[in-house]
Every structure is written in C-alpha cells, then in structure tokens.
C-alpha cells in the first residue's frame, strides 16, 4: 500500500481507521473520503480528504486517478438498524457503493479491503462455534447486502483478478465515535450512561449473547489481513475474526467491578432484538489465525478498564469507584 483512500472515513472504524494509516503510512498518502464536512476535524485536518458520495462513480475514479490510489478500504455503509429502516437506500449505498469502488479497483489496479460482519449470517446458520464456511441466509437488508458483498468481492477476485480482502467484524467498541444505528451499540451506549447517568436500559436482553471487539484490534486487522502474505490466504474475503463473547448482563457486571452503584435495566426493542437473535453467539476464527495469524490482544476487562478510563477523560468524569 503507498497511496489509500478510505471512503466513509468519518464513520465508526474510518474515523479510527484514518490515523492510524495515516501514521504507519504518511499523511499525504491516505485520502479520506467523506459524504459530508461532519466528524472529526483531526480527520480533514491531518491530511487529504474528499468529499464522496460512494454511488457516484465517475467521482470515485477521479480520486482514485488524481491521487494515484492503489488501495481502498471501502468502509460507507449504512448499519443494520437503520438499514432496516431504509432498506431502499441501505441496498443503494451499500451495494452500488461497493460495485463502483470495485469497478474502480479494476480499471485502475487497486487493491480493496472490505469490511462484512456477523450480520451475513442468519437464523439458520449454525450460532454456537460458527464455522468460516456454512450457511448465510441472513433476514437483514443489512445482511443481504453484506453477504452479496462477501460474493461480489470474490467475483470481482476469480473473473478480474482485483485484489480484493476483508472480514466479518463482530460487535465493535469505541470511545472515539458516537453509536451510529447498530445492534451491538449497547455496548459503547452503556459505557456513556455509566459514566454521566449511573445507570443504564438495554435495547437488548439480559442474555443476548454476541461476539464483540475492541476498536484497536478491529483496526489491527484491517492493516494485517491488507499486508498479508497474499500466497497465504486461500479464503481472502470474510475472514469470521473475533475477541471475545458477552450479554448486557456480563458487560453491566464488569463495568461494576470499576463503578459499584451502576446499576441495568431493560427495555427490549423488538426489532434490534429480532436482528441479534438471528446472528452467531460466537464465531470460529480458526481460518484467520491459521492463514495470516490473526490474534485479539483485548478481552473483556482490559476492554471495559479501557473504555472507562479513555471515555471518563473525554467526559470530563470520574472512570473509578462510586461507592
């Protein structure tokens, strides 16, 4: 990689996704792409940054020809949440997004990351242990369109020859970016409310169980996966990664460790809690460590001591005990 163009740069991963390329590979060399002036003003501040619009093709390769890209990280998106919502415009940005980006990618030999998730799989694939290869038949607009983006990156990979690479991210926890309409967003919410409320309602139930990542390790694999060995890699797209498995509850009962008067309620969205009932309680990620050596190095209470620590800086708030 020597030139990059991230597209939804300001979202939840570009946001942090951004610097950290931009640190290992200059700051000249990493264009952010955006589809409006929101977010951090670190990202338009520290280096090149465009404004984007995925469904606009011709727009697209213009950057890519005028920055001389040769990597991209396609990461514009609508999440499951809204996507459900607005299933028309989820399908439109989320699938004549990564057509362009990979049109592009052919016609001008760059290489693309592309981030799937636990939502391209569904009610029927196996949830306990989930294997790399089973059934996808997810009942999402948002899965629909993250599993015809695993198949259209290995076509564009099989009849073009593009180099195409990505994941399937669990759950991912940040305290750089606000929640953005997905279902795992009760595990960044409830780190907010902790802090400013002492308390907090869940969308989901008590025992919903998901796989969930830290930020850095989710940005770890992007770099990893994108520098890998390309001889090593025989799945190439939507390696299942993950780090740890956990409920509402257990993420309540740590972060009770730090603040012992936090207290969890719930509340249960129907469609939220629809959406995570048809995904895996846990991934096997065997395929991603045996062929680029994948590794999590945060688990939950290096996590939630993180979070806590990095959010009660940011808000101004005490991260230790209450009590």
């Given at each position: 990689?020597?030139?990059i163009?991230?597209?939804?740069?300001?979202?939840?991963?570009?946001?942090?996704?951004?610097?950290?390329l931009?640190?290992?590979y200059?700051?000249?060399?990493?264009?952010?792409a955006?589809?409006?002036?929101?977010?951090?003003?670190?990202?338009?501040?520290?280096?090149?940054?465009?404004?984007?619009?995925?469904?606009?093709?011709?727009l697209?390769?213009?950057?890519?020809?005028?920055?001389?890209?040769?990597?991209?990280?396609?990461?514009?998106?609508?999440?499951?949440?809204?996507?459900?919502?607005?299933?028309n415009?989820?399908?439109?940005?989320?699938m004549?997004?990564?057509?362009?980006?990979?049109?592009?990618?052919?016609?001008?030999?760059?290489?693309?990351?592309?981030?799937?998730?636990?939502?391209?799989?569904?009610?029927?694939?196996?949830?306990?242990n989930?294997p790399?290869?089973t059934?996808?038949?997810?009942?999402?607009?948002?899965?629909?369109?993250?599993v015809?983006?695993?198949?259209?990156?290995?076509y564009?990979f099989?009849?073009?020859?593009?180099?195409t690479?990505?994941?399937?991210?669990?759950?991912?926890i940040?305290?750089e970016?606000?929640?953005s309409?997905g279902?795992?967003d009760?595990?960044?919410?409830?780190?907010?409310?902790?802090l400013k409320?002492?308390?907090?309602t869940?969308?989901?139930?008590?025992?919903?169980?998901?796989d969930?990542?830290?930020?850095?390790?989710a940005?770890?694999?992007?770099?990893?996966?994108?520098?890998?060995?390309?001889?090593?890699l025989?799945?190439?797209?939507?390696?299942?990664?993950?780090s740890?498995?956990?409920t509402?509850?257990?993420?309540?009962?740590?972060i009770?460790?730090h603040?012992?008067?936090?207290?969890?309620?719930?509340?249960?969205?129907p469609?939220?809690?629809?959406?995570?009932?048809?995904?895996?309680?846990?991934?096997?990620?065997?395929?991603?460590?045996?062929?680029?050596?994948?590794?999590?190095?945060?688990?939950?209470?290096?996590?939630?001591k993180?979070?806590?620590?990095?959010?009660?800086?940011?808000?101004s708030?005490?991260?230790?005990?209450?009590?």
């Amino acid at each position: 990689m020597k030139r990059i163009l991230v597209t939804g740069a300001t979202g939840q991963i570009g946001s942090e996704l951004v610097p950290a390329l931009r640190n290992k590979y200059g700051n000249q060399n990493v264009i952010a792409a955006i589809h409006s002036r929101k977010g951090d003003p670190e990202i338009f501040d520290s280096g090149p940054s465009v404004t984007l619009d995925v469904c606009d093709a011709g727009l697209l390769e213009r950057y890519v020809q005028e920055y001389e890209v040769d990597t991209i990280f396609h990461l514009a998106a609508l999440l499951s949440s809204v996507a459900e919502e607005k299933p028309n415009t989820a399908w439109e940005v989320n699938m004549s997004g990564l057509l362009n980006t990979l049109e592009v990618a052919r016609k001008n030999n760059c290489a693309v990351f592309f981030p799937s998730s636990i939502g391209a799989f569904g009610p029927t694939t196996p949830r306990e242990n989930t294997p790399q290869d089973t059934l996808q038949r997810p009942n999402t607009i948002y899965g629909v369109t993250k599993v015809s983006g695993e198949l259209l990156c290995d076509y564009y990979f099989s009849r073009f020859g593009v180099d195409t690479r990505g994941v399937r991210y669990p759950g991912i926890i940040s305290h750089e970016t606000a929640p953005s309409g997905g279902t795992t967003d009760y595990a960044v919410d409830i780190f907010y409310a902790a802090l400013k409320q002492n308390r907090y309602t869940s969308f989901l139930k008590a025992d919903t169980r998901l796989d969930m990542m830290f930020m850095p390790d989710a940005i770890r694999a992007a770099l990893e996966l994108m520098e890998a060995d390309l001889n090593h890699l025989k799945h190439r797209n939507a390696f299942n990664i993950t780090s740890f498995n956990i409920t509402p509850q257990e993420l309540a009962e740590e972060i009770q460790k730090h603040r012992p008067d936090f207290s969890i309620d719930y509340d249960v969205d129907p469609v939220r809690q629809a959406i995570a009932d048809s995904w895996p309680k846990n991934m096997n990620d065997l395929a991603a460590r045996k062929e680029w050596g994948w590794n999590a190095r945060y688990n939950l209470e290096t996590m939630v001591k993180t979070m806590l620590e990095k959010l009660s800086k940011k808000l101004s708030v005490k991260a230790g005990r209450t009590s």
